[in-house]
């Protein structure tokens, strides 16, 4: 990432995917704020301000640097969903053709829970794959592929894992449940004819970001 300082101003120029997803980490800890007025398109360049006031929002309770704290809508006041939002709401200021973006657009809340005894844990590492087959043999359980808060570790993954109809994650790849998810659901059929032409699972990413650059087609819906 090429980063460039001048007295109070960091400009940082995320030059890959990897870049921008680790700008939008710094964003979600709070260490760095998006000036909103200097996003470039073309180039993804941003511009950070490193220094900011005092507050009392979400942000560790500290405030975003440079503004006052608050609290975000919706969430049912898990804290995790609120950072959720706000690592997509960074991703998606410092690209608009992001997953992140899509997810944040588009994307459902749902219930995190511990797998019910009635399903199997699958294989690690494997969520599209597992996710896809759990919808497939259960037709009481829609697909969804986003954004979770794994237990394990502190930072948001993009993941796959399916819903039942109350809304209740059931995930059947983490041993244990994440504390937040925010994704957005797919029928099978839509799903069958995208891995058809992709030749791999899993909706959404750079393979798969034509299909939805007008948003989530009607056809993809549950």
């Not at 398109?41 to 608050?70: D, L, W």
């Not at 043999?137 to 993941?159: C, K, M, R, S, W």
């Amino acid at each position: 990432m090429k980063i460039t300082k001048n007295n109070e101003i960091t400009v940082y120029a995320p030059e890959n995917a990897a870049d921008t997803r680790e700008l939008a980490k710094l964003v979600l800890a709070g260490k760095v704020l998006p000036e909103l007025n200097d996003f470039h398109k073309s180039t993804h360049n941003s511009v950070i301000r490193n220094k900011g006031g005092t507050g009392s929002g979400h942000y560790g309770h500290a405030g975003r640097p440079g503004k006052v704290g608050g609290s975000l809508p919706g969430g049912d006041g898990n804290q995790k969903v609120y950072d959720l939002k706000d690592y997509l709401e960074g991703v998606s200021k410092l690209s608009d053709k992001s997953i992140e973006h899509l997810v944040k657009n588009y994307g459902n809340v749902y219930k995190p829970q511990e797998l019910p005894d009635i399903y199997t844990k699958e294989e690690d590492k494997r969520c599209f794959v597992n996710a896809y087959r759990l919808a497939q043999e259960n037709e009481n359980l829609t697909y969804v592929e986003g954004f979770a808060f794994p237990d394990f570790i502190d930072i948001p993954i993009q993941h796959a894992w399916c819903v039942d109809k109350q809304g209740n994650v059931i995930d059947n790849t983490w041993k244990k449940a994440g504390t937040a998810y925010i994704g957005i659901p797919f029928n099978e059929h839509y799903m069958m004819l995208i891995m058809a032409k992709t030749g791999v699972y899993g909706m959404l990413g750079h393979h798969t970001y034509k299909y939805f650059e007008n948003g989530i087609p009607e056809e993809a819906k549950p």
